[in-house]
Nanobody, 117 residues
Framework: QVQLVESGGGLVQAGGSLRLSCAAS????????MGWYRQAPGKQRELIAT????????IYAESVKGRFTISRDGAKNTVYLQMNSLKPEDTAVYYC??????????WGQGTQVTVSS
């Protein structure tokens, strides 16, 4: 059972930056992909970015390309989401996700990001 703990959310003004962290309880190399999703009030949860645990392959949603960067630190079993040039429409609860080599999905508890205009 992989446990994920997110941190780094908060309140920031438009144009500002935040960095989210997601620490996994097991080696991220038992995980195929890790990623970040977000869910705004009244909207469906959407994929923001994913990163392979064994390569440098990344995927981004169009809405965040060029502003957000996903990265990982294998030694710390941690994945990061650097968010720059934040916009009010980025306001949401951000969730860390891991897709394990066992084919199971794991989720963190979520961290709130609020961008004021």
């Amino acid at each position: 059972q992989v446990q994920l703990v997110e941190s780094g959310g908060g309140l920031v003004q438009a144009g500002g930056s935040l960095r989210l962290s997601c620490a996994a309880s097991e080696s991220i190399f038992t995980i195929k992909y890790m990623g970040w999703y977000r869910q705004a009030p009244g909207k469906q949860r959407e994929l923001i970015a994913t990163i392979s645990s064994t390569t440098t392959n990344t995927i981004y949603a169009e809405s965040v390309k060029g502003r957000f960067t996903i990265s990982r630190d294998g030694a710390k079993n941690t994945v990061y989401l650097q968010m720059n040039s934040l916009k009010p429409e980025d306001t949401a609860v951000y969730y860390c996700n891991a897709f394990g080599v066992n084919g199971r999905d794991y989720w963190g508890q979520g961290t709130q990001v609020t961008v004021s205009s």
